[in-house]
């Protein structure tokens, strides 16, 4: 298969069971819902290094928020179902609770798992907190110098997919840098999903394990690195020169395929020899993502019963 002259290659990307959150910041202006959400996710590409890994899903206008001020949603995703209180507890505690005009809401209200956030966060109030049930939810108003910091009791998590992928094998560094930013611009605002990379890119693409290690769970892609094709098994075809990474993660599969799909088809462009994806031959999650199927149209991703958990994450 190819798409405007650039191969898809028939293989697939493995991705792997997360928890996920979705948090909807509000405040008085698009300023200030930026500067909260842009420290929420700040240090959360990967849950290799930074234990969660959150973006901006998409920006939400007055009439699509509780409050009827600007917002953003934010997912957050963490490996364990234990980590994310935790994660949203200390996130949501430092850098929304801390700028200037916001509230912050649940964006799961119908996740059957509640975790206790303005539950725990209440208590910076000192006592003087006080809470109002409002439709049957809770919400807690803290004092803080500039007037009441409020948000919503309990947030809900779910089960989500961490680790959807694709890669752009182009001639150029150029090249994969424009099939990128294309790929990135196509899913933006896509509902469901997140690119956690800085910009949406990777460029540090892993593979499980590492070669000189045993206590490394991750270390750099040899196969696709070009400037270790002489040195290595390399997965390169002739004229590739540069190797970008995108990765999705999202609320549930069909997210996942319908964002790979407009980010591939973006992608493809001059300059890109092959679209490809990374896998681990079915040992790292359930859910594998083949791109000649997505870019078919068919059924977007397939669940394998017997696949066992990940042991570690890819990029």
């Not at 069971?17 to 008085?28: C, D, E, L, S």
């Not at 939400?60 to 490996?79: A, C, E, I, K």
């Not at 394990?209 to 390399?234: E, F, H, W």
Request: hydrophobic fraction near 45%; charge should be neutral.
């Amino acid at each position: 298969m190819n798409v405007r002259g650039v191969l898809i290659e028939d293989t697939f990307a493995e991705a792997f069971t997360v928890r996920a959150a979705r948090i909807i910041i509000t405040g008085a202006s698009a300023r200030w819902v930026s500067a909260a959400a842009l420290k929420l996710t700040g240090f959360a590409t990967s849950v290799i290094g930074c234990k969660v890994e959150a973006a901006i899903e998409r920006e939400l206008g007055s009439s699509d928020t509780p409050d009827g001020r600007p917002g953003v949603s934010v997912l957050m995703m963490t490996m364990g179902k234990d980590d994310l209180p935790k994660r949203l507890i200390e996130r949501i505690g430092q850098t929304v609770l801390t700028c200037p005009t916001t509230a912050c809401y649940d964006g799961l209200p119908d996740a059957p798992d509640r975790i206790g956030v303005g539950s725990s966060l209440r208590y910076f109030g000192d006592g003087f907190q006080m809470s109002k049930v409002i439709g049957g939810e809770r919400f807690w108003r803290i004092p803080v110098m500039e007037g009441e910091f409020l948000v919503q009791e309990k947030f809900g998590m779910q089960k989500a997919v961490g680790g959807g992928n694709f890669l752009m094998l182009a001639r150029s560094d150029g090249a994969a840098l424009a099939a990128a930013e294309a790929a990135v611009d196509a899913m933006h605002g896509m509902p469901g999903v997140i690119l956690p990379f800085p910009g949406g890119v990777v460029r540090s693409g892993s593979k499980v394990g590492a070669r000189r290690s045993k206590t490394m769970i991750a270390s750099t892609n040899d196969a696709y690195c070009p400037t270790l094709r002489a040195v290595t098994q390399t997965a390169l075809p002739e004229g590739v020169n540069s190797v970008l990474e995108i990765v999705i993660n999202g609320l549930d599969a069909p997210a996942i395929s319908r964002a790979m799909r407009a980010g591939i088809d973006a992608a493809c462009r001059e300059g890109v020899v092959a679209i490809s994806a990374g896998n681990y031959g079915g040992k790292l999650g359930p859910y594998h993502f083949h791109l000649r199927a997505i870019m078919g149209g068919e059924a977007p991703a397939a669940e394998s019963p017997a696949a066992s958990s990940p042991s570690a994450p890819a990029s």
